[in-house]
């Protein structure tokens, strides 16, 4: 039986684009730890890329910014041009239908590829799956597979979140088909502040948000599935580097909208890095340099492909995941 491990980037906050290779450094990690196993676990690495798909639209509206006569005078042209936009603009060009299909469709591609990828001939009975996300690529991974928008009556022609859905066992109406999903792993994720997410008020969680961008029906479907066949709870780990101002908890968000009782989500938030000693100080001054470095948090957001934490925490949930379903 095989492990996949699907991995899915974020939006760019640097100056520099996310490159195909992003996932590196965390599937040599991995690899090193299965190569101390007695027995190492068949894994298969499938790191997804959509990157480049909106650049074209994006570059677009720059040129169109930059026409204006009060583009040079404006403070920060650089992180508006670059982080700023590149960040936004994903997100909120996902949101789109015609946008968000091309993002999907691209994902979806790849990982059809991926699962039959070093002489494999597809996804098998008894294999898993686990789900690496990464910033924005967390929101997009879970709008596809949760929220009603894609659902097939509201897609018009368009199947491929339905095929998406299949390949994973309890997201249909056929809920023993499909893979078993045993881990989610989320590092600097935003996903709390979509409106993907149910918000919190003063009583608990409300219910009155769009439900066509809502993930929690088909989520906690999902989760009690899966509980009902593996007797387990489903393993979540969200990893927040301090530094990184686009990471938020989900610990206590979570079992709220979905899991009161705690019996069907084992989830945990990981600090990746104890704070630095000037850390105090982002929350402290108001100085247009050190706003710009807490608004991007440097290299922090990009901190967790490489970060030894992350990859022991993936390795061990996966490998007791198949202790488990062996």
Known sequence: MTDHIIFIHGVNTRETGIEPTYADPLIRQLYRHNETLETPLDLNMIPLYWGDVNKGDEAALLNIYEQSPLWKKMNFTGLRGNQLLQFTGDAVLYISRFAGIKVVERLRLQALAGFKQNGRTGPQPGDRIHLVTHSMGTVILFDALFS?????????????????????????????????LCSIHTMGSPISLFSLMMVKNGNGIMNTMPNT???????????????????????????????DPVAYPLEDLLYAMIDEQQVILDIKDILTQEPGLLDPLLNTQNLGEIAE??????????????????????????????????
Do not use: C, M
């Open 148 to 180: 009603a928008r894609w659902d097939p009556e509201k897609t018009s022609d368009y199947q491929g979140v339905e095929e998406i859905r299949e390949t994973i066992f309890g997201l249909t109406a056929q809920a023993r088909q499909g893979l078993l």
């Open 213 to 243: 961008h809502d993930i929690t029906p088909r989520l906690q479907q999902l989760l009690t599935n899966l509980h009902n066949i593996l007797q387990r709870k489903l393993p979540w780990r969200n990893y927040i580097h301090p530094g």
């Open 293 to 326: 470095i807490a608004l991007f948090g440097g290299k922090a957001h990009s901190s967790y492909w490489s970060n030894e934490l992350v990859a022991s925490e993936i390795f061990e949930t996966v490998r007791n995941a198949n202790k488990v379903t062996s």
